[in-house]
Structures are given as C-alpha cells and as structure tokens.
Nanobody, 122 residues
Framework: QVQLVESGGDSVQAGGSLRLSCVYS????????MGWFRQAPGEERKVVAT???????IIADAVQGRFTVSRDSTKTTLYLQMNSMAPEDTAMYYC????????????????WGQGTQVTVSS
C-alpha cells in the first residue's frame, strides 16, 4: 500500500521558517521523482520543488532562494525547508511522486499525500 504522509505544517509569522516532512512507503520511491506542491484557497495546485533520483532539485521561481528540497533515502523522507516565509506562502502543502520530474511539472502525479496546512501571518 502506497503512502505519503506529510507533517510539519504550522502557523508562523512572516520571516519565519518551517520544515515539512513527507514519509513515503509502499513503492520503490528511489526510482521516482518526488516533489512538493501547494494549493491556496481558490487557486490551482502548483509545483513548489522537485527532487530527482540523481539528487538534483528544481525550485519554483516563486520560492527560489527561500525554499530548498531534500530527500533522506535511509529515512524514506522528503523534506521542504522554508525560510523567510511570507503571507503568500499560506497554502495546503502536498507531497507527490511520479516516474519523472517532467511529469510532476506538467501536472501528472502518480501518488499524493493528504497535505499539511501552512499559514503565514504578517
């Protein structure tokens, strides 16, 4: 049974930091590109960052320089470190996986988590 379980969401003030975690199991995720997405109320779900099987990562322009993504294969956990947070970062954050990062960036996700809420106040 495939599971992606996000945690770490919280309410923080602008300028603060959070680290989200996504524990994954049930598939050979070492062969998958994994990523973080976010969806604000009334908006589409958007890719925030992806982490490929070769260790490379891509960060969306909106969070470039503030967010980083990493994967600890021994702990089967994907992380999203968020720094210098701003109110526009308020959203539900989801972890996802697909066979290629291209699929993630073009809207094709094979597996999803349930999400974790992040709220940033000014």
């Amino acid at each position: 049974q495939v599971q992606l379980v996000e945690s770490g969401g919280d309410s923080v003030q602008a300028g603060g930091s959070l680290r989200l975690s996504c524990v994954y199991s049930g598939a050979t995720f070492s062969s998958y590109c994994m990523g973080w997405f976010r969806q604000a109320p009334g908006e589409e779900r958007k890719v925030v960052a992806t982490h490929d099987t070769d260790g490379s990562s891509i960060i969306a322009d909106a969070v470039q320089g503030r967010f980083t993504v990493s994967r600890d294969s021994t702990k089967t956990t994907l992380y999203l470190q968020m720094n210098s947070m701003a109110p526009e970062d308020t959203a539900m954050y989801y972890c996802g996986a697909s066979l290629t990062c291209e699929r993630l960036w073009t809207g094709y996700t094979d597996f999803w988590g349930q999400g974790t809420q992040v709220t940033v106040s000014s």
